[in-house]
Each structure stands twice: as structure tokens, then as C-alpha cells.
């Protein structure tokens, strides 16, 4: 069935450092790709997608890079700040359909 | 506009009690989805609804029942809690056609014991 691998899972960075976090997707008909920040004890929040049309999305210091091809997508995080320590989620949503596949998480923890 | 909204915010059940969370949007979306996510886990979709009156089943659902009378409510249902379904619960929404962005609900907490 579809899937989506997320790696790494645990990601630390020191203040002012990239982070970057992988996922693969097995669906090639997957065509819309958000990313997700949950913070302890809070919802999942929206904070970049990509559209399969697109190969890269920036949104100050976050970005989404897509690989069609080798089907997966990549988060960047620029210039990291304490506030950016978090989980992240990957997922995928494939054409056609309404359920998206999520991700196992990247619990990423920014040190000052 | 209140967005998506879960209701209770904590619950604690006795083992084969039965409860239902609600889920309310004004949002107007079409599609509605109930996941569960275990402590240090992901997001496991247990049910969802592509429009008032519709159910369909999703990763997790046994052991849970929904249902969607009114477009912008969707409830869950435990009919007999077991501990295994201690977690948090997240309601989320999004609308038809081209716009894919799902919005989650706050959460609920739920505890049995």
C-alpha cells in the first residue's frame, strides 16, 4: 500500500544551523505534499506544501524541494532558532483519493 | 471564525464505558477526518467523510463508530473503551476541489483506565 518514510527521526542542530529532513513517498501519483509542525502538547500546523507542478517552494526561512522522479520531497530549514525545536511531519497526498499518508515524524530540537 | 473545534478538551473513561468526541467546523469544508496519535507516534486515520451523510473506514477504525448528519460536525464514537484506545484524538478538515490544505482541530486527550 502507499507509504511514506520520513528520516531522520530525531535531528540536532546547534542555533543558526540548516536542518534538513527527507521524505519518500511510494505513490507516484502523489500530487500535493504539506509539511506539519507539531509542537509538545499542540496540534499539527501547516507551515509549507508543494504541488507535484512545482520542484520548489520557499517561505522565508523554510523551503520544499520535490524529486519526482525519485519521489521524494525535502524540508529546509534556514538560520534554525530555538522556536523551530519541534516534531515535523511529512505526507502525501495521492491523486485521487482523500486520505493523506503521513509520515513518522522528525523530532528536531534547535540548542542555543 | 472559530476554524476546526474538538470537543472535550481531556476525557478519563473506565474500561467499557462509552463516550463521543464532536467535531465542529465553519468552515464550510466537505471533507472530515478523525485521527489518533499515540505518544512519541505518528497519525493514524481512523475514520473519515467526503460529505454530510458519508462514512468510510480508515487505517484504525475497529473499535470506533462516526457519524456526519450535519456537514460541519463529525463525531466519534467508543462504544466499550479498552485502554488501548488511550490517546490523542485530532479532528481535521479540508475542502473539495482544488485546495488540499487540511486544518487540525486542538486535540483531545483521552484517558482509560
Known amino acids: 500500500g502507499e507509504n511514506v518514510e520520513q528520516h531522520p527521526s530525531t535531528l540536532s542542530v546547534q542555533e543558526g544551523d540548516s536542518a534538513v529532513i527527507k521524505c519518500t513517498y511510494s505513490?507516484?501519483?502523489?500530487?500535493?505534499f504539506p509539511w506539519y509542525k507539531q509542537e509538545l502538547g499542540k496540534r499539527p500546523q501547516l507551515i509549507i506544501d508543494?504541488?507535484?507542478?512545482?520542484g520548489e517552494k520557499k517561505d522565508q526561512r523554510i523551503a520544499v524541494t520535490l524529486n519526482k522522479t525519485a519521489k521524494h520531497f525535502s524540508l529546509h530549514i534556514t538560520e534554525t532558532q530555538p522556536e523551530d525545536s519541534a516534531v515535523y511531519f511529512c505526507a502525501a497526498l495521492p491523486s485521487g483519493t482523500y486520505k493523506y499518508i503521513f509520515g513518522t515524524g522528525t523530532r528536531l530540537k534547535v540548542l542555543a | 471564525n472559530a476554524g476546526v473545534t474538538q470537543t472535550p478538551k481531556f476525557r478519563v473513561l473506565k474500561t467499557g464505558q462509552s463516550m463521543t468526541l464532536l467535531c465542529a467546523q465553519d468552515?464550510?469544508?466537505?471533507?472530515m477526518y478523525w485521527y489518533r496519535q499515540d505518544p512519541g507516534m505518528g497519525l493514524r486515520l481512523i475514520h473519515y467523510s467526503v460529505g454530510e451523510g458519508t462514512t468510510a473506514k480508515g487505517e484504525v477504525p475497529d473499535g470506533y463508530n462516526v457519524s456526519r448528519l450535519k456537514k460541519q460536525n463529525f463525531l466519534l464514537g467508543l462504544e466499550s473503551a479498552a485502554p488501548s484506545q488511550t490517546s490523542v484524538y485530532f479532528c481535521?478538515?479540508?475542502?473539495?476541489?482544488?485546495?488540499?490544505?487540511?486544518?487540525f482541530g486542538p486535540g483531545t486527550r483521552l484517558t482509560v483506565l
Open positions: 505513490d507516484s501519483a502523489s500530487n500535493y
Open positions: 468552515m464550510n469544508h466537505e471533507y
Open positions: 508543494i504541488r507535484s507542478n512545482v
Open positions: 481535521a478538515s479540508r475542502n473539495s476541489g482544488g485546495v488540499w490544505e487540511q486544518l
